[in-house]
């Protein structure tokens, strides 16, 4: 340990492992001794062999779809099988035709050199083409690629810089808008790059470097931006309007103009202000020249606004969608209506605003879980979402007006689940705990400490998918889920609240720095008092990497979920740009926040996977 101090507004904080921050050949070094000293201890353990046998064989029980987007009647996905390196792309003419392999991302990777994998994609607005970006060996240094969708042929078409590319095409079908990073210059520094980022125009069979600039820091007759903001162009099938978005970093809340798509051919465009970052919109959705905006200003879990496109005044605008218990998550326009993703006590829900009336009502679904999605085309009736349960695998389905129906663009799960089961419950109030859920026996289970249940406890605003909630949560209830088995199991709990399970300790000691509505801290408890295995997913992983270097002594082992157990002297790249249109596709039950269109991934949330450790689709 090399303990180095920092001061926080008179708040003095240790650092202990710094030194780690600075990748040198010391600490290399030091990280393969652990690894060379961790291997032969856990090698030495009776049974680890047979168990890692075990745990192998119930890993990657199924196929994982991932990043659904629809144009026109065209479904495309991304596709990974228990057996592939990586997802692949694939294209449905209809969602009841056979499935085409567009992309496998294999093809770019040579012997002995570094994998390739598909950071995003975007179908033109007729699915016709698809521009789409690679990158390798984990860089997320993406570069366009363009291919005809009906016979999948490749253009000679590649752009680079092109992270954040988040490529959405002009109505015509002709080029599309996409972001660009500025060239590094001699003795530019890494960080640099993230700088004076311009969107532009490409006109598909033409040189990238003549494209035209239409967005930029310094560029004459832009829309003004500063150097550190990202600004995409975004476009809507159905709709002849176009979006620019000036997306500034951490905040979820962007600056957007409007204009004819037919005009954004230069940095001359007549682009008209919608909304700036007090208006706190975060999402929007065309249906035509209507224009429905999702925001969280004076609403904590958020609404609907709808304005004319033609004459877009916020001060004027209809609330479509009132604030309730539930948070919005996103909006998407479909034919038959404005569909509406819901959180309510981590459960998904979905809604319809009917656009004739103006009635919002509850989309039936098949079964109690996560949503993800809706996923809609404009010129399209219903809506495609995946779901999950708790035991249940993810299952992607089609809602409309006449109910839901199930899809079969991934095959079912080989692990069988018929052994289990699971119940939710919810209580208001800071004080929860989870003996309210453990203290109902179940037929056949006896409690005799033997065969405890597990049981996982979380802020209401968390959610059964690994995506990311809203900043705003339903009342300050905690939500339990407890599964039951035949043999045993571990209970995991919030950090603020402790929990026990048959012969435990009723309070578990965890220092805890979040506020109890944000937690989402777990320790597992065992038939034992401490030291005891800990497990925590962000934010909690910040909790329990303070606890474990604080109170080592409380602990026997800590699994941390992500890849920042401690932020004091941390640094990473800019956020992504937060708000996302209706065309941007939502993740997976079994994906965490993914780049779509113009939505930029973080590197601790994953909008795009993080090739190299793809952590966030181990599951």
């Excluded at 509850?362 to 993800?372: D, I, N, R």
């Excluded at 604080?550 to 941390?570: A, D, K, N, Q, Y």
Aim: net charge neutral.
């Amino acid at each position: 340990m090399e303990p180095v101090v920092d001061d926080y507004y008179g708040t003095r904080v240790t650092d202990n492992y710094r030194w780690m921050e600075e990748r040198s050949p010391r600490f290399v070094e030091w990280m393969t001794g652990q690894d060379t000293h961790a291997r032969a201890v856990l090698n030495q353990i009776p049974g680890r062999e047979a168990l890692f046998k075990r745990i192998n064989a119930h890993t990657g029980g199924g196929t994982t779809i991932a990043s659904v987007q629809m144009a026109g009647e065209r479904v495309f996905y991304e596709k990974r099988s228990p057996a592939d390196n990586s997802f692949k792309l694939y294209v449905r003419e209809t969602l009841t035709a056979t499935e085409r392999l567009l992309v496998d991302p294999d093809r770019f990777a040579t012997k002995g050199g570094p994998h390739y994998a598909i950071d995003y994609y975007s179908p033109s607005l007729d699915g016709a083409r698809l521009a789409y970006g690679v990158s390798a060996g984990g860089s997320e240094n993406s570069v366009i690629h363009v291919l005809e969708v009906a016979s999948g042929k490749e253009t000679a078409d590649t752009i680079d810089r092109t992270e954040y590319g988040s490529p959405s095409w002009t109505p015509d079908g002709r080029g599309f808008f996409y972001n660009r990073f500025a060239k590094l210059g001699p003795g530019g520094k890494e960080t640099d790059r993230f700088l004076n980022s311009r969107a532009y125009l490409h006109i598909v069979g033409t040189d990238p470097e003549s494209d035209v600039a239409l967005i930029g820091h310094g560029l004459e007759g832009s829309i003004p931006i500063t150097e550190v903001d990202f600004p995409f162009v975004s476009t809507s099938a159905g709709s002849p309007w176009a979006m620019a978005v000036i997306s500034h970093g951490a905040d979820p809340a962007a600056t957007i103009y409007i204009a004819p798509a037919d005009k954004v051919t230069g940095v001359s465009a007549p682009w008209r202000k919608v909304a700036d970052v007090p208006d706190a919109v975060t999402s929007f959705a065309f249906q035509g020249s209507r224009l429905f905006l999702l925001t969280h200003k004076d609403a904590p879990r958020y609404k609907v606004v709808e304005v004319d496109a033609a004459a877009p005044d916020l001060a004027r605008a209809r609330v479509a969608a009132a604030p309730s218990e539930r948070v919005i998550e996103g909006i998407a326009a479909a034919a038959d209506g404005l569909y509406l993703a819901d959180l309510d006590g981590g459960l998904g829900r979905l809604r319809r605003l009917d656009y004739a009336t103006g009635a919002v009502s509850e989309v039936a679904l098949p079964m109690s879980g996560s949503v993800s999605g809706p996923v809609t085309d404009p010129t399209v009736p219903g809506a495609l979402y995946g779901m999950q349960g708790w035991i249940s695998p993810p299952l992607w389905y089609r809602s409309d007006a006449s109910g839901f129906a199930k899809l079969d663009i991934a095959p079912p799960w080989s692990e069988d689940t018929s052994a289990y089961e699971a119940e939710e419950g919810e209580s208001d109030g800071p004080g929860w705990n989870a003996d309210s859920a453990l203290d109902h026996p179940s037929e056949g289970l006896a409690r005799d400490g033997k065969n405890p249940r597990g049981c996982a406890a979380m802020a209401r605003m968390a959610s059964l998918s690994s995506r990311r909630s809203p900043r705003g949560f339903s009342r300050s209830s905690r939500m339990a889920a407890c599964w039951r088995w035949r043999t045993c199991a571990a209970g995991v709990s919030s950090a603020r609240t402790g929990t026990r399970a048959d012969g435990c300790s009723r309070r578990p000691t965890l220092i805890a720095t979040s506020s109890p509505a944000r937690s989402i801290c777990t320790l597992t408890v065992t038939a034992r008092p401490p030291p005891r295995p800990s497990k925590a997913a962000a934010p909690a992983a910040i909790t329990v990497g303070m606890a474990l270097t604080e109170r080592p002594e409380l602990f026997r082992t800590v699994l941390s979920e992500v890849g920042i157990p401690t932020r004091s002297g941390s640094s990473t790249p800019p956020m992504a740009p937060p708000i996302r249109s209706s065309t941007a596709r939502p993740p997976t039950p079994m994906d965490s926040t993914r780049s779509t269109r113009w939505t930029r991934p973080s590197t601790c949330g994953r909008g795009r996977r993080i090739r190299g450790v793809d952590h966030h689709r181990h599951q």
